[in-house]
């Protein structure tokens, strides 16, 4: 059974950091690519960051700069790095790993609010 397990969401201030975090289990993370998503209240969900088996990453214009993925295969892990937080990086983030568009998995989300 896969499972997928997100933390480090929480509430912090324009201007700060939060490191986010994506522990996979029951597939092989070394073989599949990696992809952070936000949905923000009435809004549609959006791709933030991807990272693919070989380190090829993406990253939406939004975020370039401030955010970083990153992954680490002997922990079966995948990080969003978030750093100079925006208002308008509030929502939830949900961790997405596939191995292509059959074999796709996804985790529970956690929230990112940024509030002054």
């Known amino acids: 059974q896969v499972q997928l397990v997100e933390s480090g969401g929480g509430l912090v201030q324009p201007g700060e950091s939060l490191r986010l975090t994506c522990v996979a289990s029951?597939?092989?993370?070394?073989?599949?690519?990696a992809v952070w998503y936000r949905q923000a209240p009435g809004k549609e969900r959006e791709l933030v960051a991807s990272?693919?088996?070989?380190?090829?990453?993406v990253y939406a214009n939004s975020v370039k700069g401030r955010f970083t993925i990153s992954r680490d295969n002997a922990k079966n892990t995948a990080y969003l790095q978030m750093s100079s937080l925006k208002p308008e990086d509030t929502g939830v983030y949900s961790c997405?790993?596939?191995?292509?568009?059959?074999?796709?998995?996804w985790g529970q989300g956690t929230q990112v609010t940024v509030s002054s």
């Open positions: 029951g597939i092989d993370f070394s073989i599949s690519s």
């Open positions: 997405n790993v596939n191995q292509g568009p059959r074999v796709t998995y």
């Open positions: 990272i693919t088996r070989s380190d090829y990453t």
